[in-house]
Nanobody, 120 residues
Framework: QVQLVESGGGLAQPGGSLRLSCAASGSIFSINAITWFRQAPGNQRELVALITHKGVTNYADSVKGRFTISRDNAKNTVYLQMNSLTPEDTAVYSC??????????????WGQGTQVTVSS
């Protein structure tokens, strides 16, 4: 059994910062990639950023230069540092893990999501 738990969401003012965490636990053999998604009310879910096991990163154009994704392999945790936040960043942020478990099965796992609200 593998679990992903997000944390760090909340309320931020425009121009402010938040750091989200996505912690993986359970029967993990390897974490191949972690992807952050977000979904605002009435909008489709969109990819925000991803990081592979080799540390290769990719970002949505809307967050490039403002968000940074990083990982702590020892803690099986991925972080999303969000700076210069705008109201358009308001959404539920969820992480998806491409994970191989101890039985050799590879699949995607989702966390429960964390709300980010940017408002003055």
């Amino acid at each position: 059994q593998v679990q992903l738990v997000e944390s760090g969401g909340g309320l931020a003012q425009p121009g402010g910062s938040l750091r989200l965490s996505c912690a993986a636990s359970g029967s993990i053999f390897s974490i191949n990639a972690i992807t952050w998604f977000r979904q605002a009310p009435g909008n489709q879910r969109e990819l925000v950023a991803l990081i592979t096991h080799k540390g290769v990163t990719n970002y949505a154009d809307s967050v490039k230069g403002r968000f940074t994704i990083s990982r702590d392999n020892a803690k099986n945790t991925v972080y999303l540092q969000m700076n210069s936040l705008t109201p358009e960043d308001t959404a539920v942020y969820s992480c998806n893990g491409d994970i191989t478990d101890q039985d050799g099965r590879r699949r995607g796992y989702w966390g429960q999501g964390t709300q980010v609200t940017v408002s003055s």
